[in-house]
């Protein structure tokens, strides 16, 4: 039934750790992102994927690094972990052939680093 | 010029009162703006939107307002209810390549008192 779901929901680690965060979607999508939330709540686009190629990125540090396996799926690799990355990550899917369509979004991983 | 400024950033407002929620942008390539509504431990989802060749759209209690000349647009909760406290995120579309990036505003937590 999830149309997008999110792995792990919680991820509490140390600061110089690496974590992954997993993003599957269900509705056939052919576009996914990733969003960060800051404690103040501002939502940001980090990354989009269409068909499994990166086409945004933003000014996001090279420990991020996203990879798509297939259309259904991106997950979000971060090396080196620092406190600043302490936040929620959002991942969503939308169909870029519909012009005004709806980005859907999963339930958030919230990271915590000590 | 990629930004989408919100006000206020909190609200509170009693039970069958009206809320309003104002947005303002200056990218003139921004092509819909929708709503966001988000509830706390969930993902944002998608409430309302609007095309910038339309000045209004309603949706049962919800509507939204356009000013296309003065770049701005609102969100408007009739008989507002206490089930409609969450934060609500105004956004911006704009069309990159194959993705549709999403810029939002700085939210703005609602509360219905009963």
């Known amino acids: 039934d999830t149309a997008v779901s999110q792995t792990p929901k919680y991820l509490v680690t140390q600061m110089g750790n690496d974590k992954s965060i997993k993003c599957e979607q269900n509705l056939g999508h052919d576009t996914m992102y990733w969003y960060k939330q800051d404690s103040k709540k501002f939502l940001k686009i980090m990354f989009s994927y269409n068909n499994k190629e990166l086409i945004i990125n933003e000014t996001v540090p090279n420990r991020f690094s996203p990879k798509s396996p297939d259309k259904a799926h991106l997950n979000l690799h971060i090396n080196s972990l620092e406190l600043g990355d302490s936040a929620v990550y959002f991942c969503?899917?939308?169909?870029?052939?519909?012009?005004?369509?709806?980005?859907?979004f999963g339930p958030g991983t919230r990271l915590t680093v000590l | 010029q990629q930004q989408v400024k919100q006000s206020p950033q909190s609200l509170i407002v009693q039970k069958g009162g009206i809320s309003i929620i104002n947005c303002a942008y200056e990218n003139t390539a921004f092509d819909y703006f929708p709503w966001y509504q988000q509830f706390p431990g969930k993902g944002p989802a998608l409430l309302i939107a609007i095309r910038p060749d339309v000045s209004e759209k309603k949706e049962g209690r919800f509507t939204i307002s356009f000013n296309k000349s003065a770049k701005q647009f609102s969100l408007h909760i009739m008989d507002s209810q206490p089930g409609d406290s969450a934060t609500y995120f105004c956004?911006?579309?704009?069309?990159?390549?194959?993705?549709?990036?999403?810029?939002f505003g700085q939210g703005t937590r609602l509360t219905i008192n009963p």
């Open positions: 969503a899917s939308s169909q870029a052939s519909v012009t005004y369509n709806e980005q859907f």
């Open positions: 956004a911006a579309k704009v069309a990159l390549g194959g993705a549709q990036k999403l810029v």
